[in-house]
């Protein structure tokens, strides 16, 4: 129900660690309820052929289906051709887990500008090998522009500020985990009291932990 939530997605990892058991029944369910935004469901094969098989199945389930397509297969083997085909089609993707410009530069290559689209890039990776994705992004928005049904994501944020980060760049969506829409509320928030509301966080813990630091019970003894 929130405005600034433009749509939803998932991966097979994402599904695995929240217990679903059977994929298109879970997908079935979530468009019963999601019904006037984006949702982007992965492919599940390894296989090109299989990939899109499963991609018009999964594209055939609703209007505002995107199907999410990995940029290489497991065994790096190049998911252009797929890409071209499909999209050729008029059906909408979500190009995911890309990582480097060359494949933002391969898929826009390979995507139809007549479709509307999504591109992944995991910003949060990127981060994690120790590299600034800011400057990726940026460049990222730049490339995109003749491809106007096309979105940038800020895939796998690590932190809140990320979204500024997407922001400041005109990246046009987010994906937000759980534990980061929960600190929306720190927005803006007074320094110094979120400074004392951690002191009294370490203090709570303490008394429900029972920890004591106990002064020594030797004493010099005077000569």
């Known amino acids: 129900s929130k405005s600034w939530i433009r749509g939803f997605t998932t991966n097979p990892s994402l599904a695995r660690k929240a217990g679903v058991q059977d994929y298109q029944t879970f997908a079935q369910h979530v468009l019963q309820v999601v019904t006037d935004r984006p949702v982007s469901f992965e492919v599940l094969a390894d296989d090109f052929s299989e990939m899109e098989q499963e991609a018009r199945e999964i594209a055939s389930w609703g209007g505002n289906v995107f199907v999410k397509v990995p940029i290489t297969n497991s065994e790096g083997e190049s998911s252009a051709p797929l890409i071209r085909q499909l999209s050729s089609e008029g059906i909408q993707l979500n190009i995911t887990a890309l990582l480097a410009l060359e494949q933002v530069e391969e898929t826009l290559r390979n995507l139809s500008q007549d479709t509307s689209n999504f591109i992944s890039i995991f910003a949060g990776r990127v981060a994690d090998t120790g590299r600034d994705p800011v400057p990726m992004m940026t460049q990222a928005i730049r490339m995109m522009k003749p491809w106007k049904k096309t979105e940038l994501i800020w895939a796998s944020p690590r932190e809140l500020l990320n979204i500024f980060h997407a922001d400041s760049v005109g990246c046009h969506v987010i994906t937000v985990t759980q534990d980061i829409m929960n ?24 008394l429900s932990a029972g920890f004591r630091v106990q002064a020594s019970q030797l004493r010099a003894q005077a000569v």
């Open 183 to 206: 600190k929306l509320c720190l927005i803006g928030k007074d320094l110094n009291e979120y400074s004392l509301e951690t002191v009294k966080m370490f203090r709570r813990d303490t």
